[in-house]
């Protein structure tokens, strides 16, 4: 008897250990799809079956990155940052140039521009100043569904930042507006943080364009370089008229897929972030985010601009895809070494000029 019953526990313990083996073969097996899955993933994949973009128009990014650069200048007449192409800004256009001392923390620093060349009256705002706390405060004044508007979710903060700088210059634009005619477009243009501002601000001005002098909504333009995500996916589509988003090929911003109070902890370890958001998204259905009024994405039609490839060392002539995502944008991170570099307004810069030099 004693002997049977010390057989069955062998029988029991030999059975227990060959569960918690197949239970270690499959944590590790869910691991290394994990891995496989994030270290595989690109950035081009996103656009991987979007057509390109045409040359006409692709045409203004570079122009437009060269005028957000403008308002981190002190100086138009001796510039800090040469223009990488041929654009140039002319320093007697300028119309008025405002920093953090008249802003006090309700919108980052701008200027506006009119480019008679072009005829286009420009708003340009700056990016996230690391040094600056009324920055943060912005990108923290928001939670998941906290502001609606216009049938969609925006971002609470960059709404009210968008409503302050409407209000604050609404006399300028429909001046200048009103001077040179209406054959002038108005254009708002932004980076990073100011990307946001500017994409709402195009959206309240493409409603209510009664208060820039009757601009209509043919005339309003936006440029969201390397753009924040800012407004629900029924909003980012129902404006792709209004908002171009431009992406370079990495860029961490756009595929931050939770509100944009978690780049407040990216300032302090970005790569750590990076690696919970990715293990977390790689375990969410797609469907499930999808279903969520309130999820926030980049604005408008995407530019998306491609120079590396899997498995391919260093940087190739860039190409730009372009489509109107509707069933999702932009939802997965990219593990890369370049995902802070392909933010920088100055590689978007010099990436879209080589990229219409070749197409």
Not at 143 to 172: C, I
Request: hydrophobic share 40%; glycine share 6%.
């Amino acid at each position: 008897m004693s002997d049977s019953c010390d057989e069955d526990c062998l029988d029991c313990l030999h059975c227990v250990d060959c569960g918690v083996r197949g239970l270690d073969c499959l944590v590790i097996l869910g691991w290394s799809r994990w891995a496989w899955k994030r270290c595989t993933y690109v950035g081009s994949d996103d656009s991987a079956t979007w057509p390109p973009a045409t040359p006409d128009e692709f045409d203004p990014v570079p122009r437009v990155c060269r005028l957000i650069l403008a308002v981190y200048e002190p100086d138009l007449r001796h510039s800090e940052f040469p223009p990488s192409g041929g654009y140039r800004l002319n320093p007697d256009w300028l119309v008025k140039r405002v920093n953090y001392d008249h802003t006090l923390g309700h919108a980052p620093p701008y200027i506006i521009y009119v480019d008679r060349d072009h005829r286009e009256i420009v708003l340009a705002i700056r990016g996230l100043n690391l040094a600056k706390e009324s920055d943060y405060q912005l990108l923290l004044d928001n939670r998941l569904g906290m502001q609606m508007f216009d049938g969609g979710y925006v971002h609470h903060g960059l709404l009210k930042s968008a409503t302050w700088l409407l209000n604050e210059e609404s006399e300028t634009l429909k001046g200048l507006w009103v001077e040179n005619g209406s054959n002038y477009d108005i254009v708002f243009a932004g980076h990073s943080l100011g990307s946001g501002v500017a994409s709402l601000m195009a959206v309240i001005a493409a409603n209510h364009g009664d208060e820039l002098g009757g601009v209509p909504r043919s005339k309003v333009r936006c440029y969201a370089v390397a753009p924040a995500r800012c407004m629900s996916l029924n909003l980012a589509v129902k404006y792709a008229d209004v908002v171009h988003s431009i992406i370079l090929q990495d860029d961490f911003l756009p595929r931050t897929p939770t509100p944009l109070e978690d780049i407040f902890k990216s300032i302090f370890c970005l790569p750590c972030l990076l690696q919970v958001v990715c293990l977390r998204d790689t375990f969410i259905p797609d469907g499930r985010k999808l279903r969520d009024p309130r999820r926030l994405y980049a604005p408008g039609r995407m530019y998306h601009i491609v120079e590396r490839k899997f498995f391919r060392c260093g940087r190739y002539p860039p190409e730009v895809r372009t489509a109107i995502p509707v069933d999702g944008r932009f939802e997965h991170m990219v593990l890369s070494c370049n995902a802070t570099s392909d933010h920088a307004i100055i590689w978007i810069e010099r990436e879209a000029e080589k990229a219409l030099q070749v197409s």
